[in-house]
T-cell receptor, first 113, second 115 residues
Framework: GESVGLHLPTLSVQEGDNSIINCAYS??????FIWYKQESGKGPQFIIDIRSNMDKRQGQRVTVLLNKTVKHLSLQIAATQPGDSAVYFCAERRPGGSYIPTFGRGTSLIVHP | DSGVTQTPKHLITATGQRVTLRCSPR?????VYWYQQSLDQGLQFLIQ???????AKGNILERFSAQQFPDLHSELNLSSLELGDSALYFCASSPRLASGANVLTFGAGSRLTVL
């Protein structure tokens, strides 16, 4: 598949390690946050979401942490696998009527076997 | 397969030309979103339609326009193309306008190259 080719921060990890991808969001009034994964040649895919009234949410091998004080999100991936290699985006939903998800710049995760 | 279909997958054209990108949303989804993904800008929201009506506009240039048809498919029209318009254009859909969770389902994108 073709590469998106974005100039992004990159996180390189070894297979089996835990990965932590960070995201700073911009609007303190944002009430809902989503992590997406974009593999080469594909569109972004939903991974996990969290509402602003929560601090933590767990999925299968993934955990999202929300720190509203410093407007920071993190995505933790346990036992990272080569198939997790992708670009990861956080998106915030800002209030104001249209509730359009606004995406951050993304982080490229490279998992070495 | 996400259920969101975009055509064409790849398109190469010249500056000054006009192209149309097409999107069929996931079955049952009423809301369609267009995003542009370029090297330097990440995913930029362009425009949203809901059940045939424009509902929100983002960083969409005046040279660009879109519409959503009665069968809910959407088209993004890009005219007077410039080199800087080269990008991946994504369509996404969601079931409703905005309530509770607002998870978007994305298509595979249309890669536009302007020479």
């Amino acid at each position: 598949g073709e590469s998106v080719g974005l100039h992004l921060p990159t996180l390189s990890v070894q297979e089996g390690d835990n990965s932590i991808i960070n995201c700073a969001y911009s609007n303190s009034a944002s009430d809902y946050f989503i992590w997406y994964k974009q593999e080469s040649g594909k569109g972004p895919q939903f991974i996990i979401d969290i509402r602003s009234n929560m601090d933590k949410r767990q999925g299968q091998r993934v955990t999202v942490l929300l720190n509203k004080t410093v407007k920071h999100l993190s995505l933790q991936i346990a036992a990272t696998q080569p198939g997790d290699s992708a670009v990861y985006f956080c998106a915030e939903r800002r209030p104001g009527g249209s509730y359009i998800p606004t995406f951050g710049r993304g982080t490229s995760l490279i998992v070495h076997p | 397969d996400s259920g969101v279909t975009q055509t064409p997958k790849h398109l190469i054209t010249a500056t000054g030309q006009r192209v149309t990108l097409r999107c069929s949303p996931r079955s049952g989804d009423l809301s369609v979103y267009w995003y542009q993904q370029s090297l330097d800008q990440g995913l930029q929201f362009l425009i949203q339609y809901y059940n045939g009506e424009e509902r929100a506009k983002g960083n969409i240039l005046e040279r660009f326009s879109a519409q959503q048809f009665p069968d809910l498919h959407s088209e993004l029209n890009l005219s007077s193309l410039e080199l800087g318009d080269s990008a991946l254009y994504f369509c996404a859909s969601s079931p409703r306008l905005a309530s509770g969770a607002n998870v978007l389902t994305f298509g595979a994108g249309s890669r536009l190259t302007v020479l």
